[in-house]
């Protein structure tokens, strides 16, 4: 039998009562909700979030309509990725609360490091990079409550490319998007959804440490590059000087001039984003 054929007998089948029991001592803390398809674990989570609990989690094997930021169609086949969105209340400003998207990218990259060999890195504000290709994305879509200048909710969702789909990334994404791992492990996609949960979990107590902020820092793959700043509408290229204690991008354009940037993207390449 060919290394091939061996492979594709693999089988890493997503289920909640074996990400519960990797979820460890967390376990108690999260309700899961496991769909074969959805349409989106953000939209779902959003469509009953008065009526649930902090830390429920939907999960899916698949979304027929996932997206991203801006609206972004989110490329979710079944079989090779995580689809996962996780209901927060933080009990914190809303400048704090802003923290919990780079406390899901340190979760992420931690959940990588510790279920597969790639050396993942961030880049600002919310995406996973493995050997320069776009393996994980992460949308934080919160309720501001302006009376006290808080999130009164976050639904934190997140997407991970685990395999190579088995029928190949579309077109557009095959410059972009990556994978984690290339061979197939049974319990993989279980240890990693909940390693990354683990983590988020203990971040979310910890969202104005130093630590955290310098993990962030630590693992940003744009300090020191050249780049293309894309926002509203316009574009510019600049250099990456650094991230502020507001998780800001600081850049300085040709000119010279600095900016710290709260939103807005960047790309490394000058047209190409996701
Ligand atoms: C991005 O790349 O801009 C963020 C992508 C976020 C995708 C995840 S997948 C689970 C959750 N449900 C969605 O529809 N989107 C997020």
Redesign the pocket.
């Known amino acids: 039998m060919s290394g091939t054929s061996v492979e594709k007998h693999i089988k890493d089948q997503l289920s909640a009562d074996g990400i519960l029991s990797e979820l460890r001592e967390y376990a108690a803390v999260y309700s899961l909700k496991l769909y074969d398809s959805i349409?989106?674990?953000?939209?779902k989570m959003k469509q009953k979030v008065s009526k649930l609990p902090e830390w429920y989690t939907i999960i899916?094997q698949r979304?027929t309509?996932?997206?991203?930021?801006?609206d972004?169609p989110?490329f979710?086949p079944s079989d090779s990725g995580i689809?996962?969105?996780v209901l927060i209340r933080p009990a914190c400003m809303a400048e704090k609360a802003v923290m919990i998207t780079a406390a899901a990218a340190v979760a992420a990259c931690r959940a990588i490091e510790e279920c597969s060999d790639a050396r993942p890195e961030i880049k600002w504000v919310?995406?996973i990079y493995i050997n320069g290709k776009?393996v994980c994305?992460?949308?934080a879509e919160g309720e501001f409550s302006e009376h006290e200048e808080s999130f009164s909710e976050i639904v934190l969702?997140?997407?991970f490319n685990v395999y190579q789909p088995e029928s190949g990334f579309p077109e557009e994404l095959t410059d972009i998007a990556g994978s984690i791992t290339r061979e197939k492990q049974p319990g993989l996609r279980n240890r990693l959804t909940a390693s990354f949960l683990r983590h988020l979990y203990s971040f979310s107590h910890e969202l104005s440490s130093p630590e955290l902020l310098r993990e962030y820092i630590g693992r940003s793959m744009l300090i020191g590059r050249d780049v293309n700043v894309i926002l509203a509408q316009k574009q510019y290229p600049a250099t990456v000087l650094g991230i502020d204690e507001d998780c800001r991008l600081i850049i300085r354009r040709e000119d010279g001039t600095e900016e710290s940037l709260s939103f807005g993207e960047v790309s490394v390449k000058p047209t190409v984003s996701?």
């Open positions: 349409e989106s674990t953000n939209a899916a979304q309509a996932g997206h991203g930021r801006l972004r989110f979710s689809y996962l969105s919310n995406d776009k994305g992460i949308l969702g997140a997407g996701i």
